[in-house]
């Protein structure tokens, strides 16, 4: 997907947020562009409070001059946005490439209305392909990388550099591949009983809409 293609489907999504509204804000190259174009309602007038979903989009937010609060100062959110690794036609997702996906769960799980933005490729008939990430605690991680490998992952430590990886949260990422037939749901429960894993990139059961665009480039916003 183009950078013009991004901003088409990342401005999109930021019709759905209106005046009063307490609105998740994810993390990525296609809601970056819902943030900029949030930023720029703000100054036009719109009145909304931001909850961000890492450190790198909170300081977008507050370059744009968008309100930000915590979960302290409010009741519930009232539509969040992002984006996603891989979509199935289920609305199940893999998220995590951007090592956010602690934050970006915990902020969708809270949102009465859950908006994915996405070019078509990354709507697929099967996850998988993509790798999941998976959020652990660094204490015992290897450890709890013995029993992600007992129900069938093949995890690997994500590097930046020569060192692991870390986290806004402080901990660890194992990307996985996952054999074939997965069910999702299942795959989400079993991860997260595992001592040490602090979440998994499936989102399953969270999707409202996704935003994304037809063969013909045309915006095309699919509801389950």
Known sequence: MNENEKLIVGEKAA???KDGMVV??????TVFYTIKKLGQLVREGLNIKGIPTSIKTEKLAKEEGIQLVNFR????IDIAIDGADEINPNFELIKGGGGALLREKI???AAKTFIVVADPTKMVEKLGKFPLPIEVIPFGM?????????IGLSPKLRLNGATPYITDNGNYIFDCSIPNHIQAQILERDLNLIPGVVENGLFVGMTDFVITLNKDEKIE???K
């Open 73 to 76: 100062k409010i009741e519930q």
């Open 142 to 150: 290897e450890m709890t990388m013995k029993h992600i490998e007992a």
């Open 15 to 17: 019709e759905f947020v």
């Open 107 to 109: 902020i969708a799980k």
């Open 221 to 223: 916003i699919l509801s």
């Open 24 to 29: 998740g804000l994810g993390t990525g190259s």
